[in-house]
């Protein structure tokens, strides 16, 4: 995640980036991310809620409340628009074609001299896998993702558990 911030370059597509780094401390799929608009944050309470594009209709679970910190709200920033009516439309990132912000992390990411493949839903494994070796609950990921229950989230444990094997096996070997 550092490495890939802390890549910048001429020409570089400063609103893919803006929403890619949004989507990597927030969890938010590349579906819900293009259509967030300025009505969709409360700036007094620090909190962003959205209905997820992928559940609507479908769960009970569907509206997603995240709560912000200040470097995430100065990610969003504020409403170029002054009607009413005008910022519940506004977007807060103009994003380009769903193929064109591929192309322009595959290039960012390449820029970075990562060797991995990341795509958008990276960005939300990457919050999980996260905040879970940071000590947060399962319960407390199912709801930041939105996810109804557990049962989906527990995969991020997985990844959590693989991450504490490398760190025991990274020891030098024990002879007795």
Request: a positive charge.
């Amino acid at each position: 995640m550092k490495l890939l911030i802390n890549t910048t370059y001429p020409q570089q597509n400063l609103e893919v980036r803006r929403a890619f780094i949004f989507c990597l401390y927030t969890g938010i799929r590349f579906c819900d991310v293009k259509d967030l608009a300025y009505s969709n944050v409360d700036y007094s309470n620090k909190l962003l809620t959205f209905n997820q594009k992928k559940t609507q209709g479908h769960s009970s679970k569907s509206w997603v409340t995240i709560p912000l910190n200040d470097g995430l709200l100065q990610l969003i920033g504020i409403p170029e628009k002054k009607e009413p009516k005008e910022i519940a439309k506004e977007k807060i990132f103009k994003l380009p074609s769903q193929t064109m912000c591929l192309r322009s992390l595959k290039y960012w990411v390449k820029r970075a001299k990562i060797k991995k493949h990341i795509t958008w839903h990276c960005a939300r494994h990457s919050l999980a896998v996260n905040i879970l070796n940071n000590g947060a609950n399962i319960k407390t990921v199912a709801s930041l993702l939105g996810h109804s229950g557990i049962q989906h989230t527990e995969k991020y444990t997985r990844a959590v558990d693989e991450l504490k094997q490398k760190a025991i096996d990274s020891l030098p070997e024990l002879k007795l």
